[in-house]
């Protein structure tokens, strides 16, 4: 495979992701990134984070990381406190509304897994998941 076909898969694959998130989620008051978000969020429900903590862990960029936020606080996920020891880390607590709708989430994310991964069998996705582990750490 050339670089010019793996680049053009990655991003295909990327677009295409784009498109089934926006079409999954049409209709909710939550876009694609505070879905991810929030979903990290939910494997952590009584951490404390930082943006730099949820970067680090996600590869997601900070500005992107305080929009989710901002959006996730202004829907009613969470809410958003200063931890008294730490200015630079912030207590964020799931609302309830946030833990009603993990059971739809985690729905939604396999239903997604389903379709993203359809005729794929567990060595080969392996395999991918061990190549794109490979291009992300050579692109860094």
Known sequence: ???????????????????????SLNGADITPAQSHMLHYLLTFPDQAFSATDIRLKTGVSKAAISSSLKGLK??????????????????????????????????Y?????DCLC??????????????????VRNMK
Request: net charge positive.
């Open 118 to 135: 359809r005729g794929i069998s567990p060595e080969e996705l392996k395999t991918i998941e061990d190549g794109l582990a490979k291009i």
């Open 1 to 23: 495979m050339t670089d010019e076909r793996l680049i053009s898969l990655l991003k295909q694959a990327n677009v295409l992701l784009d498109q089934y998130e926006k079409n």
């Open 74 to 107: 202004q829907n009613g996920y969470l809410t958003i406190q200063a931890v008294p020891k730490d200015e630079r880390k912030k207590r964020i607590t799931l609302t309830p509304k946030a833990i009603r709708v993990r059971q739809l989430m985690d729905e």
């Open 109 to 113: 994310l396999k239903q997604r897994r």
